[in-house]
């Protein structure tokens, strides 16, 4: 089993920046793809940014420019800094992250409970 324990939201003023973090654990020999997404009051969830194993992200395009994701394998973390984040930045944001838990074992993708950014004066 594979655990991601999402950490590092709070309030915050727009035009502020907060750091999340995504930790995993449990079983892991390999961590392929993460990710970030994120819903909003009333709103679908939404896929925020992608970062391969090897470190190359991919972002959707209204969050290019002010999100930034990252990663430390060594860790097995994945990170979403966020800059001049707006009120409609307030969100649960999730962490996804495709696993294998053995030198055979097929991907398999997990998700983590998430983390509350609220963006207001």
């Known amino acids: 089993q594979v655990q991601l324990v999402e950490s590092g939201g709070g309030l915050v003023q727009p035009g502020g920046s907060l750091r999340l973090s995504c930790a995993a654990s449990?079983?892991?020999?390999?961590?392929?793809?993460m990710a970030w997404y994120r819903k909003g009051p009333g709103k679908q969830r939404e896929l925020v940014a992608t970062i391969t194993k090897g470190g190359s992200p991919n972002y959707v395009d209204s969050f290019k420019g002010r999100f930034t994701i990252s990663r430390d394998n060594a860790k097995n973390t994945v990170y979403l800094q966020m800059n001049s984040l707006k009120p409609e930045d307030t969100a649960v944001y999730y962490c996804?992250?495709?696993?294998?838990?053995?030198?055979?074992?097929?991907?398999?993708?997990?998700w983590g409970q998430g983390t509350q950014v609220n963006v207001s004066s």
């Open positions: 449990g079983s892991i020999f390999n961590i392929y793809t």
């Open positions: 996804y992250a495709n696993v294998a838990q053995d030198y055979t074992s097929s991907r398999i993708g997990y």
